[in-house]
């Protein structure tokens, strides 16, 4: 088979590779729908690359059909239709069973798609432990919306959770990319009363009121503290969400935070060795202002959650998708465009039937 790969520092390829082999709780899926990610953007072009092998096939958002099924596999049969989430965890581990099965080999290993094993952009991919980690795609849900299931509306949602947003507070949601548009959907699902979204790109802008942005910062405009806490009379946010930005945006989040709020990040941030805190901010370090980050849970029970989200009506994640491409190969230029961003982007999409 063929896949998109990483061949090496700032360089992407297609490589011929053997069809992968299901263990007896595994299953073998050919792709139905592809997107790719900032995180792929990272690894190929950033320092997590590093980490990885040459030829590493990448990607991690995937909607697929069921090829071949190991021998202890109960609940799919070759054709199913299936979500596939971006954490795909060895929920055996003592991590998980603490709560906590994305870091269940060692931090941030329950994305074993690209950083332990091939990812999801060939012709087949495996996934483990099928029975814990696919989804069926429930009726009346497209593939569009099926495929930002299982990354972007999970990653976005976490933050939204991590920050800890409550029945009618305020929250700040900086950087509205995919991600950001989901934790304001997240956050106004949880709640919020007012959420503050930072983000000039018109077509973000307008998704993200459709979300539930009630004012939009532009950075353009002035400094994106004093936007924030002029809004807010000087009182500052309940909630912060970090969804873009760089090793700075944290700090900008802690500035806008009243005292007992949350930052919830779900940023993945590089270059840098350290992440600045204004220590005046922080109330030197006894603000009660509290930081917390994290990869986003996988699984089968977060997809079925989310997945009724979906199918109910409650949101639509299927505005995401700006670009829509209709053959395998085109995943190549969809990851291009992911790399470029350009200003009418929110997320490109391969969606195969």
């Known amino acids: 088979m063929k896949g998109l790969a990483r061949i090496g520092k700032d360089k992407i390829g297609w490589v011929e ?18 997107a790719p990610c900032t995180s792929e953007v990272h690894m190929i072009w950033g320092d997590i690359g590093d980490y990885m092998p040459t030829d590493r096939v ?12 190991g021998s202890e ?12 989430p971006a954490i795909t965890p060895n929920y055996l581990r003592t991590p998980s069973q603490r709560g906590f099965a994305q870091h269940c080999d060692g931090m941030c290993s329950g994305m074993p798609f690209c950083m332990a094993k091939d990812g999801v952009f060939a012709e087949y991919f495996h996934v483990n432990d099928a029975d814990a980690q696919l989804t069926p795609i429930p009726d009346g849900v497209s593939l569009e919306q099926a495929l930002m299931i299982g990354d972007m509306m999970t990653t976005g949602f976490y933050g939204a959770e991590l920050a800890n947003v409550q029945l009618g507070s305020t929250v700040a949601v900086f950087g509205i990319g995919p991600v950001g548009l989901m934790a304001v959907a997240g956050a106004h699902l949880l709640g919020a009363a007012r959420i503050l979204a930072v983000g000039s790109r018109p077509n973000a802008v307008k998704v993200a009121r459709e979300y539930g942005a009630t004012e939009i910062i532009d950075y353009h405009n002035g400094d994106t503290v004093a936007q924030i806490m002029g809004l807010t009379d000087g009182k500052g946010v309940d909630a ?10 944290i700090g900008q989040a802690v500035e806008v935070l009243q005292p007992g709020g949350t930052v919830g990040n779900v940023n993945v941030m590089e270059h840098a060795e350290s992440i600045p805190i204004p220590l005046g901010a ?12 994290g990869l986003c849970p996988g699984g089968r029970a977060r997809m079925e959650r989310l997945a009724a989200l979906v199918r109910y009506g409650r ?10 491409f209709t053959n395998f190969e085109d995943i190549e230029e969809a990851l291009l465009l992911m790399h470029e961003k350009p200003k009418n982007l929110i997320k490109p999409a391969v969606i195969l039937e």
């Open 17 to 34: 590779k053997d069809r992968p082999v299901a263990g007896p709780r595994d299953a073998i899926l050919r792709p139905l729908a592809l």
């Open 58 to 69: 990448v990607g991690h958002e995937a909607v697929g059909i069921v090829d071949e099924v």
């Open 73 to 84: 596999v109960g609940d799919f049969k070759p054709g199913d239709r299936v979500i596939v």
């Open 240 to 249: 912060a969400i970090t969804a873009g930005g760089d090793v700075s945006t």
């Open 282 to 293: 922080w109330g030197g370090g006894l603000g009660d202002k509290t930081i917390r980050g």
């Open 315 to 324: 949101i639509d994640p299927g505005k995401l998708v700006t670009h829509r």
